[in-house]
């Protein structure tokens, strides 16, 4: 997890009051962060990874003061429209499409206050924006921009610009291998034929997301008082929740929020969008999750101390807070509030001997082979989407969608393993080769159950390097099978992600288990990965089946 260091005295200027150093040690980890370190100077955290909201004094200070009663409940912050209007160029759609702005007025810039824009945008940077992938930030001071903005992407060698700490001007090309946070950062562009740009009304380059700001128009000073702040990313949402924390951090500085238009080929969007976003719960739905017996009027002090409003069964969250998702996340607020340490433990009174799942024997059991062969084992997210799924497999399998789901990248219920491996091996590509990986994981597909839904395990494995064959991916099959003695056939298929004539399904006493064989080159280059690559997926259930 990210460790935050925060200036001590800008820390307890913004709580509302100055607690002892002892003080601090107790109560800093009741609010659910680690304590690192403190002086007299500098208090160290480390902050939890669902509370990015924490990695600013400004943030932090906002839920500590909360926290131990100083000001509790709902902080409002007041937006005022600029006037001013960001144009989303059709271009940027197949880069980097969206963008959340916002302007902030007022700030007076010291030396510690730009160390504290810097280290927010930075640690937001890392946790948030996953190293600039899902979010990337720019600052830029307001009186070195001309108004309306303009979002587009080109090709990166016709633009030029001098970038942030550089003497002279590079092309958007240039800036990849000549750079420091274009060489960081340059496996975020590979593939791009454009590349993502800001430009003002003048003309001037403002940055090229994720990389880099422009040296002329993208570094404040102690001059600057206002400042223009972008967000760019490829969900939303997402990067809604992302300025909205800078931007209150920077409100807490002193500074006043300005909207912008955002103007998507035709669909207006305004941000930031600080209104609180409304949640049903029930003292009742609390009391259940926690074992406790609290009133209406207890549940609303506990959540005023997490920064919360709640009346009347309905509970108003922070448009700040990234981490609430559910109803049960207030039920862990409340939870925080009250105090863990005040609960009272309980023996069950329920007896029982306990043992090792069969299934899960049988995991294991595949793993230690696996990994005896020198595969790697992987652990992947049961969530997932619709273009990893289908799309960039070539297939049409009939996926199980999430209701409300927080963002377009894990909204769907995975159907099948390979793609999972595949995303893997998309993210090692700098890694060396060959790589061999495999995983066991949960797939689901609409079934006749109770709920509706089938759940299954499955195995899958693969092999990515530039001999990888058939033939390669078949041995370890075949060792497997072996070690557990399980005979089988293979016998020629055709799949829409696999190359025909190198393709089978696996069998075990005429029942269809699974499937094995080479990636087609054209699924290879959806996901941009160089080597040839084999994988096989196999039902775990039905050999459990079998076995027993």
């Known amino acids: 997890m990210p460790t935050t260091t925060l200036n001590r005295k800008t820390f307890e200027e913004l709580t509302g009051k100055k607690l002892t150093t002892q003080e601090l040690q107790d109560k800093i980890p009741m609010l659910g962060t680690s304590l690192e370190s403190i002086d007299e100077k500098e208090i160290t955290i480390e902050a939890c990874p669902n509370r990015p909201d924490f990695l600013s004094e400004q943030g932090f200070a906002r839920a500590f003061s909360a926290f131990i009663g100083i000001k509790t409940g709902l902080r409002k912050y007041p937006v005022e429209k600029s006037g001013e209007k960001i144009i989303i160029d059709k271009t940027a759609k197949n880069t980097r499409p969206y963008t959340a702005c916002a302007i902030i007025k007022g700030i007076k810039f010291d030396d510690e206050k730009i160390k504290e824009a810097i280290q927010i945008q930075e640690k937001l940077h890392i946790t948030y924006g996953r190293n600039r992938k899902k979010a990337a930030i720019g600052i830029y001071p307001l ?5 309306p903005i303009t979002f587009f992407a080109e090709e990166p060698q016709k633009i030029r610009f001098r970038p942030l700490e550089h003497p002279t001007e590079l092309s958007g090309q240039q800036i990849l291998n000549k750079h420091p946070a274009g060489r ?58 992302c300025l909205n924390i800078i931007a209150t951090a920077f409100a807490d500085m002193g500074g006043k929020i300005y909207s912008l238009e955002l103007d998507y080929s035709g669909k207006k969007e305004t941000t930031p969008d600080l209104t609180p976003k409304e949640w049903k719960i029930s003292a009742e739905y609390i009391n259940k999750r926690l074992g406790l017996k609290l009133t209406e009027s207890q549940i609303k002090e506990l959540l005023a101390k997490m920064g919360h409003e709640y009346k009347n069964g309905i509970a108003l969250a922070p448009a700040y807070r990234a981490d609430i998702m559910h ?38 059991k595949i793993s230690e082979i696996l990994t005896g062969l020198g595969l790697l084992e992987t652990e992947t997210y049961n969530l997932t989407s619709e273009e990893h799924q289908n799309k960039k497999m070539n297939t049409k399998h009939e996926l199980i969608e999430l209701s409300s789901a927080v963002n377009t ?52 494995a693969a092999i990515c390097e530039e001999k990888a064959d058939y033939t390669k991916i078949k041995q370890i099959l075949d060792y497997l099978m072996r070690m557990l003695d399980l005979p ?36 290879l280059t959806n996901w941009s990965i160089e080597n040839p690559t084999a994988a096989l997926e196999i039902d775990v259930n039905e050999i459990m089946k079998i076995l027993s």
């Open 143 to 147: 009186e070195k921009i001309k108004f």
């Open 184 to 241: 960081e950062y340059a496996h975020l562009m590979e593939g791009m034929a454009k590349f993502a740009f800001f430009k003002d009304a003048d003309g001037k380059i403002l940055s090229m997301p994720p990389i880099i700001n422009s040296h002329d128009t993208g570094k404040i000073s102690e001059k600057t008082k206002d400042i223009f702040i972008e967000c760019s990313g490829f969900d939303f949402e997402y990067l809604k929740t």
């Open 327 to 364: 109803p049960v996340d207030f039920a862990e607020e409340t939870a925080i509030a009250y105090g863990y340490e005040n609960f009272t433990p309980e023996i069950p009174r329920v007896s029982t001997t306990g043992e090792e799942n069969q299934l899960e024997k049988l995991k294991r």
């Open 409 to 460: 990248d894990y909204n769907t219920l995975r159907a099948w393993m390979i793609p999972s491996l595949m995303d893997v091996l998309e993210r090692n590509k700098n890694r060396e080769y060959p790589q061999k990986i495999f995983g066991t994981g949960t797939t689901f597909k609409k079934g006749n159950t109770e709920t509706g839904i089938e759940e299954k395990e499955k195995l899958t």
């Open 488 to 523: 089988y056939k293979t016998e020629e298929t055709e799949h829409p992600s696999f190359i025909t004539g190198r393709t089978a399904k696996i069998t075990i006493h005429g029942k269809e288990l699974g499937i094995i064989g080479e990636l087609h080159p054209k699924i």
